[in-house]
């Protein structure tokens, strides 16, 4: 099997909305539930979503998945003010109980584990699946066209800045 023509990025909270005017975080406010974090999940999702049109038809192929939770560095890294406004009362709560409840990281990388090596996945692309391993619809901002276009577009222009960096 060759890992290299796939492609499997793993996504937040799966869904959401995703706002054109702050896709760089010029904004604090995103409203009371939803995070930065997961903000920037969600734009990665339509990023996918655009990179399977692109690649479709060559035998590269792109899925996107969400794990579940796992206490990581990641995650243990993450400060109060990360989570979305209505979560931080409790977030001091969750942190100390997540290394023990959330300590078993089998779980979430089953999900992204299958999707990279399932006989029976390969071939399917522009998809998008939950932690059970099953497809899930992608969100309304992600289905939006003018959203891909536009998260493709900065992408771009990112990727071109950083190219010229290294360049020089
Ligand atoms: N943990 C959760 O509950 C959770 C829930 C939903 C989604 N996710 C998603 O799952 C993914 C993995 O998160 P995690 O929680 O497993 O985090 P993690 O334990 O901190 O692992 C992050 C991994 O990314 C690598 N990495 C970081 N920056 C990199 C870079 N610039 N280039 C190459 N590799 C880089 C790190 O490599 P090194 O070890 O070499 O630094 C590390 O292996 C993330 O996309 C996260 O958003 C996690």
């Not at 903000?39 to 655009?50: E, L, N, V």
């Not at 060559?58 to 899925?63: E, I, S, Y």
Request: charged fraction near 20%; proline fraction near 8%.
């Amino acid at each position: 099997m060759d890992l290299s023509e796939k492609t499997v990025l793993i996504t937040g909270i799966p869904a959401g909305p995703i706002d054109l005017a702050n896709l760089q975080a010029e904004r604090r406010l995103l409203g009371w539930t939803f995070s930065h974090y997961n903000h920037t999940k969600t734009i990665q999702m339509a990023m996918s979503h655009r990179f399977a049109e692109l690649v479709g038809g060559t035998g590269v192929t792109v899925k996107v998945v969400y794990p579940g939770h796992g206490s990581t560095p990641m995650n243990r890294a993450m400060r109060v003010r990360s989570f979305p406004y209505v979560y931080r009362p409790i977030a001091p709560l969750v942190k100390p109980l997540a290394p023990i409840f959330m300590a078993d990281l089998t779980k979430p990388a089953r999900s992204g584990i299958r999707m990279a090596t399932d006989p029976a996945l390969e071939g399917v692309t522009g998809a998008y699946f939950g932690q059970d391993g099953r497809r899930r619809p992608w969100p309304s901002s992600v289905l939006d066209v003018r959203v891909r276009d536009r998260v493709w577009s900065l992408c771009e222009e990112l990727s071109a800045r950083t190219l010229g960096h290294l360049s020089h």
